[in-house]
């Protein structure tokens, strides 16, 4: 590995330079990711609509075979407060200072850009063609960064069972969607608050809702652009900001451009990696070169 | 130079027993938590999925850990020889620090049987990924760099129990080739440790990256893994100053003070270019204007900064560094300034929403307390057995 000293100085050179660019550059990789499932089934949301009757959530119970949620110290009634391991979706209310009630309908957003999707190192949750983002058991590990990741709190973990499962609403991908029928809650919604569609059929009507009555509906879709666009979009009421239901005002870049961006660029080609080991092996074939000349006593440096 | 031998006292002493009693007592609980799940010993929610069993056992450890490659890049690739009776204690203690790592991910995963999943399944777009096979390997090479120690002690004389004595040639033989593969080859592995060393270390900066919405913005900033990284190197040479201080003070050796206090002169090289990039880039975002609000994090932010830069200043006056106790002191500030980031960033800045609160329960510190035990107890095995500390 003799290795002169210019030519050391070049290779440290290069590998710091090499490795400051992959460092300098995280976006660079953001725009070849692919994205399936953009054009996949949804569902849109309407809280001028829904009048908070909760269908939904027990077809949602009924459809995936989910125990109840009882929160009233009973086991009667289902009475789910947050998503849990046994409650794929709920309604919840947002009362204004006037006393008017306000419903949102909370479940998993199915991403175009899932962060579970990104974070997951086995692969477990993936974006479907269909446009759910779904949960595979047998190679999940229970690492549960995928509940970390995701902006929205949904996947949801088993603690009371020795071999528990991530869990969260399926899109009813299996149970319904295979058999050609749209999802459980919204054939239970009585009001037509969950429409069930393509994504930009959705889209569509959305626009349509809004251009009919602006006097109704914030002229806004949540979903269309949040967190790089969601398969789950929302309507809500004028005087209702989306914030205000549990719908937080979130960039329109997806979380993994960012760490997948800087982890592409890291180890781009393997070229940073690969140069900081020869970078290293030149300073220690130098250094060692050079302790070898002190210890003979003789040094040409 | 000297040689290192093994210390070969006394080992079933009263502090030992203390350290079985805390092993115990994590297996206890660990029982509850392979049986029963999570739920009947943690108090992990929806909300916070990861407790100090990440931010504590697995985070932080892989930074304390940081001793081994940072020592290896200063005495082997650097070529500073004078230091390299440290080296062996250094790379010891990072292999049993990434050995507990990987138990404590088997605590962890809901689905440990599934550990091997990481080596079928990839998804290359994960930060995880990249941590769980840095990690993965970098265990591996630090076992081949470890092995040294154990042809040093037993080659030519193995001596295994019972009917394992039928294996004693073929053991011999292969220590004995171990031992030449190595001599040729040893060079790569220490590299690759280094680069290793590189990868992980500055992936678990990028980990909490994926939720830009829950990470405070002291600690969101894309240049966390470089700060990770750094921070990591900062640790190393506390770390060997730390453990070298209590081996010494444990086995009643002979100070190693002059040569720690030497070692002690690089620290600052590691710690000033953390603390420039760390501040360079809060400055740069704007994102120490509410610094004195009093808020949680700000608070934390408050105390993690100072555990980082009353040593740094401390570390350039002569006298404190050839001062036993204020070295140590040092020393043990730093490592408390990386446990302090590890835990702002993994779970104090974390802003994990839905109305959860966190608070680690009496089981999960019972586990994380029985695996530091766990780790002294294999280091007071590995430095009473094997020839890992020199006299000088």
Partial sequence: MAMDRRKFFKVAAAGCGTAACAVATPAFASEKAKLVGADGYGMLQDSVRCIGCKACQSACKQVNKLDPDSSLNENYYDSPRELSE?????????????????????????????????????????????????????????????????PYNVPQFQWKEAIPDISKCTLCEETRLKKNLPTGCSSACPAGAISFGKRDELLKIAKERIAAGPELYLDHIYGETEVGGTNVLYLTKKQVAFATIGLPKFGYKAPPRLTEGIQHGVFKYFIPPVAIYAALGGIMAFTNRKNKQEQEGGSDE | MSKAAPLHQKFWTANVWLLVFFMVSAAVFGYFRFVYGFGSVTNLNPSYPMGIWIAFDVACGVALAAGGFTTCLVVEIFGRQKYHALLRPALLTAFIGYMLVAMAVMFDLGRWYYIWHTLVYWNGNSVLFE?????????????????????DQYKGRVNLPGPLAAFNNSTDSFLGSAEKILRRVGVFFVIAGVVLSFGHQSSLGT????????????????????????????????????????????????????????????????????LLLRFSDLIYRGALAEVL???RQDNAFLVEIAFFCVPFVLLFVRKVRENGTGLFLCALSII?????????????????????????????????????????????????????????
């Fill in chain 2, 293 to 295: 609000s009093g808020s």
């Fill in chain 2, 131 to 151: 941590v769980a096979w840095c990690v993965m390997l970098y265990l591996n090479v630090l076992a081949i760099e470890n092995l040294p120690n154990v042809i």
């Fill in chain 1, 86 to 150: 046994n409650t794929y979706t709920l309604i919840k209310m947002h009362q204004d200072e006037k006393g008017e009630a306000t419903f949102v309908k909370k479940q998993c957003m199915h991403c175009i850009d899932p962060a579970c999707q990104s974070a997951c190192l086995v692969g477990a949750l993936t974006k479907q063609q269909n446009g759910a983002v779904s949960w595979d058991g047998d190679k999940c590990m229970g690492c549960r960064y995928c509940m970390v990741a995701c």
């Fill in chain 2, 207 to 274: 980990m909490m990256l994926i939720a830009p919405y829950k990470l405070h913005e002291l600690w969101m900033t894309a240049w966390s893994p470089l700060l990770f990284l750094l921070s990591a190197m900062s640790v190393g040479l506390p770390m060997v100053i730390f453990e070298g201080t209590l081996a010494t003070y444990f086995f009643n050796r002979k100070s190693e003070l002059p040569l720690l206090a030497d070692l002690a002169r690089i620290i600052p090289i590691f710690l000033g270019a953390f």
């Fill in chain 2, 336 to 392: 408390c300034g990386v446990v302090a980031y590890r835990f702002n960033v993994f779970l104090i800045g974390m802003d994990m929403g839905g109305g959860w609160e966190y608070f680690p329960s009496v089981g999960e510190f019972a586990v994380t307390f029985g695996f530091l035990a766990f780790g002294v107890f294999l280091y007071k095995l590995a430095v009473n057995y094997l020839p890992i500390l020199e006299d000088h």
